[in-house]
C-alpha cells in the first residue's frame, strides 16, 4: 500500500504537459485516400521521406486504408505534429456509391514464379532436387482478384517447392486453394459493414485470442507494440495454415459493432508435441506436402470455429469482448499410416476474452485478458494478460511498463501474442521502457525487460529465467539523412552474456534514389567469437516511373558455435525477405519491377548466396511475377 501511495504521490507532481493531441490517436476519421501525386508532392514538401512514399504506396496498392492518425503512426513511425501536416494532403470524401459503369469493375491477375535453386561448385553446375520430394522443386502461385463497387471477389491456386501440384490420391485436388467473396459497405452509416463468404483473416484485441495473420515481432518501443487490429479481411495469401475459412461479418448500429465468425476448414494433422514445453497454439503446422509422410498429414484432420464478438469506439477510447469456441479432430485415419501413429490430439475449448485501448489526459492503456476453459483445469492456470501503460511526463519524455503473463494451460489455435519463443512457450514477463527526445534530431529509447518460463520441464533450448536490456539511438538529420543503432545486452546462462550491435545509415541521394548501410554484430562473452555482417542496398523507385529496382549485397562471417543472426530485407514488388546466416559467405538480392503500357507489371528478382565456409558452392533461384490490372 505504501508503494502505490508513493507512486500516485510522485505523479501528482508532474504538470499535465503532456500531448494535448494524443486523443487523436483513437479519432475515428474516413479512409485516408491515396494516388501517387499526392504522395511525390509530399516528398517535395520533405513532409515524408521517398522510402515512406514507397510504403505508402504498397500499402494502398495492397487495398489497405488508413482511418486515424494512430494507424498511420504505425505505418510511418512518426511524430503526431507531423502526421498532423500530411493528414490534409491525403484526406479526401468518402465517394458516394454511383450507379454501375464499365469503370467500376477491376480484375487483377497475379502470377508468381519461384526458380529451383541453382547449385555451383568449382566443378559442376546443377538443380538441387531432395530425392524424398515428391513434387517439381519449383514453387508457383496464380490469383484472380474481381472489384465491382462494394463488392470483391478472388481466387489462388499455389504450390511450395518439392510438392506436386496436383494431389490424386488421399485428398485429391491442388496443392493449395482457396477463393472468397466479400462485401465492404460503402459508409460507415450502413449496418452491415463487412460480409466474407470463403477464406479470411481475423485480427481481435492484441493477439492473445484470435490473431490469424503473422505479426510483427518484438519491439523497442511500447506504442509499436500496441496493436490495432484490422477485424476481418479477405485473405489471398501463401501460408497454408494461419487463416479461417466459412462466413464471417461485422454489424454497425452507432458505435457499436457486432462481428460473427464461423470457420470450417481441414487441416494437416499435427502429431503431438514433443518439445517439453507448451505451445500456444494447438493446430499451426508449416502447411507442407512434400514428401509421402507430409502427404499422408494433408488434410486429415478437421477444425471448426466459432465466435461472437462486441466492440464499441469511442474518440478516445476503443473496447470489446470476444466469446470463441475451436475445435480439432481426425477425420481420414488409415490404421497403417503414419497419421495413426502421431495422431492429432482431439482438442476442444471455449475462451472468452476482453480487450481495451485508449488515452486519458497525458496516459495510454492497452490490454487484452483471455480465459480459455478447459475441463479439469483451473481458471488461475488457462488465464493470459497482456498489460500496458504509458505515461507522458512531457513532450519530450514518456515512461511506461508493459506487463505478460500467459498461464501453463493457455491455448489458442490462432493466437499472436507478444514472446520470446517461435513455438510460443507458457511464460511471465513485464518490460520497461524509457524514451526521451533529446533534441529535435536526437532520440532515445532504453527498454530493459526480464521474462521468466516456470513451466519449462527442459532448459536445453531455453533458460528459465532471462534477461535482455535494449539501448535505441536514432539521429535524424533531415528527411535525406538518417542514422540509428541499437545495443543489446542479454545473460544466456548463469555465466555468459550474448552482446549485439544493430546499425543503419540511410541516405537520400535524390527523392527516387536511396543508399542503406547495414551492420550487426554479436558476441557470447564465454567464447569471444563473434558474429558479424555488413549490407548494402541501392534503391530506385521512382513512384512515377515505370522502371523501379533494387540492388542489395551482403558480408556474413558466423562461426561455428557463435550467435546467430538474421538478415531482413524488403525487395520491391517481392515483399520482406528473412534468411538465417550461418558460416562465411556473401549473398546478394536483387529486384526489377517494369510497368507496360497496357499496365502489365513484370517483377524479377534474383536471390544468390556465396558460401566460403568449407567446399565453396554458389546457390542461386529467382522469381518472375506478372500483374495484370483490367
Given at each position: 500500500m505504501?508503494?502505490w501511495?508513493?507512486?500516485l504521490?510522485?505523479?501528482s507532481f508532474?504538470?499535465?504537459r503532456a500531448?494535448?493531441?494524443?486523443?487523436?490517436?483513437?479519432?475515428?476519421?474516413?479512409?485516408?485516400?491515396c494516388?501517387?501525386?499526392?504522395?511525390?508532392?509530399?516528398?517535395?514538401?520533405e513532409?515524408i521521406?521517398?522510402?515512406?512514399?514507397q510504403?505508402?504506396?504498397?500499402?494502398f496498392e495492397?487495398?489497405g486504408?488508413?482511418s486515424n492518425?494512430?494507424?498511420?503512426?504505425?505505418?510511418l513511425?512518426?511524430d503526431?505534429?507531423?502526421?498532423?501536416k500530411?493528414?490534409?494532403?491525403?484526406?479526401v470524401?468518402?465517394?458516394?456509391?454511383?450507379s454501375f459503369?464499365r469503370?467500376d469493375?477491376?480484375?487483377i491477375y497475379?502470377?508468381f514464379f519461384?526458380?529451383?535453386?541453382?547449385?555451383s561448385?568449382?566443378d559442376?553446375?546443377?538443380?538441387?532436387?531432395d530425392?524424398?520430394?515428391?513434387?517439381?522443386?519449383?514453387a508457383?502461385?496464380?490469383?484472380?482478384?474481381?472489384?465491382w463497387?462494394?463488392?470483391?471477389?478472388?481466387?489462388q491456386?499455389?504450390?511450395d517447392?518439392g510438392?506436386?501440384?496436383w494431389?490424386?490420391?488421399?485428398?485429391k485436388?491442388?496443392d493449395?486453394?482457396?477463393?472468397?467473396?466479400?462485401?465492404n459497405a460503402?459508409?460507415?452509416?450502413?449496418?452491415?459493414?463487412?460480409l466474407?463468404?470463403g477464406t479470411?483473416?481475423v485480427q481481435?484485441g492484441?493477439?492473445?485470442?484470435?490473431?490469424?495473420?503473422?505479426?510483427?515481432?518484438k519491439?523497442?518501443?511500447?506504442l509499436?507494440l500496441?496493436?490495432?487490429?484490422?477485424?476481418?479481411?479477405p485473405?489471398?495469401?501463401?501460408?497454408?495454415?494461419?487463416?479461417?475459412?466459412?462466413l464471417?461479418?461485422?454489424?454497425?448500429i452507432g458505435?457499436h459493432?457486432f462481428t460473427?465468425?464461423t470457420?470450417?476448414?481441414?487441416?494437416?494433422?499435427?502429431?503431438?508435441?514433443?518439445?517439453?514445453?507448451?505451445?500456444?497454439?494447438?493446430?499451426?503446422t508449416n502447411?507442407?506436402h512434400?514428401?509421402?509422410?507430409?502427404?499422408?498429414?494433408?488434410?486429415?484432420g478437421?477444425?471448426q470455429?466459432y465466435?461472437?464478438?462486441y466492440t464499441?469506439r469511442?474518440a478516445?477510447w476503443?473496447y470489446?469482448?470476444?466469446?470463441?469456441?475451436?475445435?480439432?479432430?481426425?477425420?481420414?485415419?488409415?490404421?497403417?499410416?503414419?497419421?495413426?501413429?502421431?495422431?492429432l490430439?482431439?482438442?476442444s475449448?471455449?475462451?472468452?476474452?476482453c480487450?481495451?485501448?485508449?488515452?486519458w489526459r497525458q496516459?495510454?492503456?492497452y490490454?487484452e485478458?483471455v480465459?480459455?476453459?478447459?475441463?479439469?483445469?483451473?481458471?488461475?492456470?488457462?488465464?493470459a494478460?497482456?498489460?500496458a501503460l504509458?505515461?507522458y511526463l512531457?513532450?519530450?519524455?514518456?515512461?511506461?511498463?508493459?506487463?505478460?503473463?500467459?498461464?501453463?494451460f493457455y491455448?489458442?489455435?490462432?493466437?499472436?501474442?507478444i514472446?520470446?519463443?517461435t513455438?510460443?512457450?507458457?511464460?511471465?514477463?513485464?518490460?520497461?521502457?524509457l524514451?526521451w527526445?533529446?533534441?529535435?534530431?536526437l532520440q532515445?529509447k532504453?527498454?530493459?525487460?526480464r521474462?521468466q518460463?516456470p513451466?519449462l520441464l527442459?532448459?536445453t533450448?531455453?533458460?528459465?529465467?532471462s534477461?535482455?536490456?535494449?539501448?535505441?539511438?536514432?539521429y535524424?538529420?533531415?528527411?535525406k539523412?538518417l542514422?540509428?543503432?541499437?545495443v543489446g545486452v542479454?545473460?544466456?546462462?548463469?555465466q555468459a552474456?550474448?552482446?549485439?550491435?544493430?546499425?543503419?545509415?540511410?541516405?537520400?541521394?535524390h527523392k527516387?534514389?536511396?543508399?542503406?548501410l547495414?551492420?550487426q554484430?554479436?558476441?557470447?562473452?564465454?567464447?569471444?567469437?563473434t558474429?558479424?555482417?555488413?549490407?548494402l542496398s541501392?534503391t530506385h523507385?521512382?513512384?512515377?516511373?515505370?522502371?523501379?529496382?533494387e540492388?542489395?549485397f551482403?558480408?556474413?562471417?558466423?562461426?561455428?558455435?557463435?550467435?546467430t543472426?538474421?538478415?531482413n530485407?524488403?525487395?520491391?514488388?517481392?515483399?520482406?525477405?528473412?534468411q538465417?546466416l550461418?558460416g562465411?559467405g556473401?549473398?546478394?538480392?536483387t529486384a526489377?519491377?517494369?510497368?507496360?503500357?497496357?499496365?502489365?507489371?513484370?517483377?524479377f528478382?534474383?536471390f544468390?548466396?556465396n558460401s566460403y565456409?568449407d567446399?565453396?558452392t554458389?546457390?542461386?533461384?529467382?522469381?518472375?511475377?506478372?500483374?495484370k490490372k483490367v
Open positions: 505504501k508503494i501511495s508513493t507512486i504521490i510522485l505523479l508532474f504538470g499535465f500531448q494535448n493531441n494524443l486523443a487523436l490517436l483513437l479519432t475515428e476519421n474516413e479512409p485516408v485516400s494516388v501517387p501525386s499526392e504522395l511525390e508532392q509530399l516528398v517535395t514538401l513532409l521521406s521517398p522510402s515512406e512514399a510504403i505508402l504506396s504498397v500499402f495492397r487495398g486504408n488508413v492518425l494512430y494507424q498511420l503512426q504505425g505505418l513511425d512518426q503526431l505534429t507531423t502526421l498532423q500530411i493528414l490534409p494532403f491525403l484526406k470524401q468518402a465517394p458516394s456509391r454511383q459503369k469503370t469493375v477491376l480484375l497475379d502470377m519461384h526458380s529451383p535453386q541453382l547449385l561448385t568449382s559442376s553446375l546443377y538443380f538441387q532436387k530425392t524424398n520430394f515428391i513434387g517439381p522443386a519449383f508457383t502461385q496464380q490469383r484472380v482478384t474481381l472489384t463497387q462494394n463488392w470483391r471477389a478472388g481466387g491456386v499455389a504450390k517447392a510438392e506436386p501440384f494431389h490424386s490420391t488421399s485428398t485436388g491442388f493449395f486453394t482457396t477463393g472468397y467473396l466479400a462485401f460503402p459508409s460507415k452509416t450502413c449496418i452491415l459493414q463487412k466474407v463468404f479470411y483473416q481481435w492484441q493477439g492473445l485470442q484470435l490473431w490469424s495473420s503473422r505479426g510483427m515481432g519491439s523497442i518501443d511500447l509499436q500496441a496493436r490495432n487490429p484490422m477485424g476481418i479481411k485473405y489471398q495469401g501463401r501460408d497454408e495454415q494461419r487463416f479461417l475459412q466459412g464471417s461479418g461485422s454489424l454497425q458505435s459493432q460473427f465468425i470457420s470450417l476448414k481441414k487441416i494437416d494433422a499435427k502429431p503431438p508435441s514433443d518439445t517439453l514445453q507448451q505451445e500456444f497454439n494447438l493446430s499451426y502447411g507442407l512434400r514428401s509421402a509422410s507430409e502427404i499422408l498429414k494433408r488434410k486429415q478437421f477444425e470455429i465466435g461472437l464478438g464499441r469511442s478516445l476503443q470489446g469482448a470476444l466469446v470463441l469456441y475451436q475445435g480439432a479432430q481426425l477425420i481420414n485415419l488409415n490404421a497403417d499410416s503414419l497419421s495413426s501413429i502421431n495422431a490430439k482431439p482438442e475449448l471455449c475462451s472468452l476474452g480487450f481495451a485501448q485508449g488515452t496516459f495510454y492503456f490490454g485478458s480465459n480459455a476453459f478447459q475441463q479439469g483445469v483451473s481458471l488461475k492456470t488457462s488465464l494478460s497482456n498489460l504509458i505515461y512531457d513532450q519530450n519524455l514518456e515512461i511506461g511498463l508493459h506487463l505478460r503473463s500467459y498461464g501453463p491455448r489458442s489455435f490462432y493466437a499472436n501474442p514472446g520470446n519463443s513455438l510460443g512457450v507458457n511464460e511471465r514477463g513485464f518490460i520497461f521502457q524514451k527526445q533529446v533534441l529535435k534530431k532515445l532504453l527498454s530493459a525487460e521474462l518460463i513451466y527442459s532448459t533450448k531455453y533458460p528459465r529465467v534477461a535482455e536490456t535494449r539501448i535505441f539511438m536514432l535524424q538529420a533531415s528527411k539523412q542514422f540509428n543503432c541499437q542479454r545473460p544466456i546462462s548463469s552474456l550474448q552482446y549485439r550491435f544493430l546499425g543503419n545509415v540511410e541516405y537520400q541521394l527516387s534514389e536511396a543508399l542503406k547495414t551492420s554484430w554479436a558476441m557470447v562473452s564465454t567464447t569471444q567469437q558474429s558479424k555482417y555488413l549490407e541501392w523507385a521512382p513512384l512515377s516511373s515505370k522502371l523501379q529496382f540492388v542489395i551482403g558480408y556474413f562471417q558466423i562461426p561455428s558455435g557463435a550467435a543472426l538474421f538478415t530485407s524488403s525487395l520491391i514488388g517481392i515483399g520482406a525477405q528473412t538465417q550461418n562465411i556473401t549473398y546478394t538480392l526489377l519491377k517494369y510497368t507496360f503500357e497496357n499496365e502489365w507489371k513484370l517483377i528478382a534474383t544468390l548466396n565456409s567446399i565453396y554458389r546457390k542461386l533461384h529467382f522469381s518472375i511475377a506478372l500483374q
